[in-house]
């Protein structure tokens, strides 16, 4: 089985990984280069309009790209630090954990296309989403194709388990053979307007039950019941096969 992860634009290129593992360069290495060169050639001004950013945050882009590097800096698993890595604590895997998790994470990626957690990358911003114009494919989706769907369902053996946001989920999930078995979490939390999904706590949800699953050397589906973090339990009359909910009744911030 496959675990699929959404990325991060938060990174942490200073501190240093805790254990000891091999280094390697991702897979569509390639690729990402001619990503890297097709944004150097952009202004900041057009920058700031591909991304909808700021120009000052476009700036800083314009010279991560203008230095960008396929040399990568760091493991990708022990870089992203956003809401999804919060509740993964990296830097407490233990060695034999963090080889289960080489096997079984690929997390997505509109530079890299996807990175497992071993692969180095360096300063990178850019959504999937993102309309950009690369050997004449026009924007990310296109030119990723089913080139991506096609590496995760020749290791998934079967399983998926889209731990994705929708933006970068969709470009692998639409495209994965029908005899690839799909799972899709959901987290539910009771809130002052009835019962319900929070963005931000899906968010971090996934994360935190990505470690789990890696804790638990999860493979099937049927383990994800036993699931329970944060007030969370699985919820069968929410529950699908393929969608698994998972239920709080108090709603409260996740405290990692």
């Not at 593992?21 to 060169?37: G, H, N, T, V, Y």
């Not at 920058?47 to 960008?68: F, R």
């Not at 890299?112 to 993102?130: C, H, N, Q, W």
Request: aromatic residues 12%; proline residues 6%.
């Amino acid at each position: 089985m496959l675990i699929l992860l959404t990325p991060s634009k938060t990174m942490d290129f200073t501190s240093k990984v805790p254990i000891s593992i091999p280094a390697q360069a991702p897979l569509f290495l390639s690729d990402a280069e001619l990503i890297a060169k097709s944004i150097k050639k952009l202004t900041v001004k057009e920058i700031t309009t591909l991304m909808k950013a700021s120009p000052a945050i476009a700036g800083n882009v314009k010279k991560m790209y203008t230095n960008w590097s396929p040399k990568g800096q760091k493991p990708a698993l022990w870089t992203y630090m956003g809401d999804v890595y919060k509740g993964m604590y990296a830097n407490k895997l233990d060695k034999n954990a963090a080889w289960w998790a080489e096997d079984h994470i690929v997390i997505m990626s509109g530079l890299y296309g996807l990175v497992r957690p071993f692969d180095t990358i360096s300063p990178y911003r850019l959504e999937m989403k993102a309309a950009l114009t690369v050997s004449g494919k026009i924007g990310l989706y296109d030119f990723w194709g089913t080139k991506l769907a096609r590496y995760v369902e020749a290791q998934a053996n079967g399983i998926v388990y889209n731990l994705c946001s929708d933006e970068y989920g969709k470009g692998v999930v639409k495209n994965l053979s029908s005899n690839i078995r799909i799972i899709t979490p959901v987290f539910y939390d009771k809130r002052p307007s009835g019962v319900g999904r929070a963005p931000i706590y899906n968010k971090m949800m996934r994360g935190v039950m990505a470690r789990w699953m890696i804790d638990h050397r999860t493979e099937t589906p049927e383990q994800l019941q036993a699931f329970t973090m944060h007030g969370y339990a699985y919820d069968t009359a929410r529950s699908t096969p393929d969608a698994p909910a998972f239920y709080r009744k108090t709603m409260k911030p996740l405290v990692f």
